[in-house]
Nanobody
Framework: QVQLVESGGGLVHAGGSLRLSCVAS????????MGWYRQAPGKQREWVAV???????FYSDSMKGRCTISRDTTKNMIFLQMDSLEPEDTAVYYC?????????WGQGTQVTVSS
């Protein structure tokens, strides 16, 4: 059974940084891509960054240049380093993977950026 557990969210001032972590079990990130999504209050969930099974990263325009997705294949974990955070980045951030066509989500971690 695939399980994803995020951590690392919190409250930060505008301009600050946070590093989110997601540990995966029941699947291998060497085989399946993984990504980070976020959902702000009253808005649809949107993708932020994804990394395919080969380790290639893709970024959405929403945080491009301000975030970096990385992974540790020995620990089956992915990370999202976020810098120059803005109040508009306030959202619940979710880790995601799709295994054999089935989407799996973590429980989310809250990121709040104060102005």
């Amino acid at each position: 059974q695939v399980q994803l557990v995020e951590s690392g969210g919190g409250l930060v001032h505008a301009g600050g940084s946070l590093r989110l972590s997601c540990v995966a079990s029941g699947m291998s990130i060497n085989v399946w891509g993984m990504g980070w999504y976020r959902q702000a209050p009253g808005k649809q969930r949107e993708w932020v960054a994804v990394m395919n099974s080969l380790g290639r990263a893709f970024y959405s325009d929403s945080m491009k240049g301000r975030c970096t997705i990385s992974r540790d294949t020995t620990k089956n974990m992915i990370f999202l380093q976020m810098d120059s955070l803005e109040p508009e980045d306030t959202a619940v951030y979710y880790c995601n993977t799709a295994v054999d066509g089935t989407n799996f989500w973590g429980q989310g971690t809250q990121v709040t950026v104060s102005s």
